[in-house]
């Protein structure tokens, strides 16, 4: 049973989140920094249904394994089944904050067993999220934010503030650690939730956060039905490896660029930014036999780029 008032509000988010997309009772697995977040929803997922903590070691910052072995006992104290530590190697692809990503959802991904992954994400990170979607003009998806569902990822807690999460931990009497990288003023987030977000607050009045959750979620409502009507329009629009331009011009101009960015990820583009998608889409619109569209590539040692000829959109790889 509950203990506290905000253990209780945690837990609710948690179980009709669970009713809404996990109504199955199945063991679930819970990503585990040992930060406040993820340990209060360790506490309550723990309570629910018989959890595993996965926690990744990233090897970041001296005493990292100290940390991630007692973020293990935590877990362990708290009722999880399981708790296992998995250590990852992080690259240099995308600076740091994007490689420690990429490792740990790999991590993550191979050590679930199949099993769907509780994120200890908050309102605050998604308005985080936003932002970062809005300052770096990424477009309607990136500012969409993070899907509450997105399988096997699972964010129940996308709809509370951090505070309550601090709270819990308070209430239970749990010691989480403080990921001094959250503070630290060389990471973009770092400074966005302890510099920007507090100023819009004070110059807006409040309520900014709420105000950019909302943002996300009416712009995942749009991009869901836009996403719907362009897997419908992809298999018309195709032709062969390429793609129809008179076909594609016909189309409203945000599925035309869905398309395009479907095409494009398929083909093997990576790192897709909106100004890229809307080049592209101007090798459909406003065609005046110009060049080929620099799209990224998945392979080291070639760029990949989009063309246009006899009335098709192609790929074309070229080496480095």
Do not use: K
Not at 16 to 38: H, I, K, R
Not at 216 to 236: N, T, V, Y
Not at 260 to 284: E, F, K, M
Request: include cysteine; aromatic fraction near 4%.
């Amino acid at each position: 049973m509950d203990r506290s008032r905000a253990v209780g509000r945690l837990r609710a988010a948690l179980v009709a989140f669970a009713e809404q997309w996990l109504p199955e009772a199945d063991p679930w697995c819970v990503a585990l920094s040992g930060g406040p977040d993820s340990l209060a929803l360790t506490a309550v997922a723990a309570q629910e249904r018989p959890t595993t903590a996965l926690i990744v070691d990233h090897g970041l910052q001296a005493g990292s394994a100290q940390v991630a072995e007692r973020a293990r006992g935590q877990a362990l104290d708290l009722g999880c089944v399981a708790a296992r530590i998995i250590p990852v190697t992080v690259g240099a692809e995308g600076g740091p904050e994007a490689a420690a990503r990429t490792a740990r959802y790999a991590a993550l991904d191979q050590a679930r067993d199949r099993a769907p992954v509780l994120l200890g994400h908050t309102l605050d990170d998604q308005a985080e999220t936003v932002l970062l979607g809005l300052g770096r003009g990424s477009g309607p998806r990136s500012m969409a934010g993070m899907r509450p569902y997105d399988p096997p990822w699972c964010r129940p807690l996308l709809g509370v503030r951090r505070v309550l999460t601090q709270d819990a931990c308070t209430e239970l009497r749990l010691t989480p650690w403080l990921d001094p990288h959250n503070s630290d003023r060389r990471f973009t987030r770092a400074r966005l939730r302890s510099e920007v977000l507090p100023l819009l607050e004070d110059v807006l009045g409040g309520g900014v956060a709420d105000a950019l959750a909302r943002t996300a979620i009416a712009l995942r409502e749009d991009s869901e039905l836009i996403d719907e009507l362009a897997g419908q329009a992809l298999p018309e629009t195709t032709a062969g490896a390429g793609l129809d331009t008179a076909r594609l011009a016909a189309l409203p101009g945000p599925v035309r660029r869905e398309v395009i960015r479907r095409w494009l990820l398929a083909g093997g583009g990576r790192g897709l930014t909106d100004l890229q998608i809307r080049a592209v889409d101007r090798l459909v619109t406003h065609w005046r036999g110009q060049g080929g569209v620099a799209v990224g590539s998945e392979l080291r040692g070639e760029r990949l780029f989009a063309v246009r000829s006899d009335g098709l959109l192609r790929m074309r790889r070229e080496p480095i």
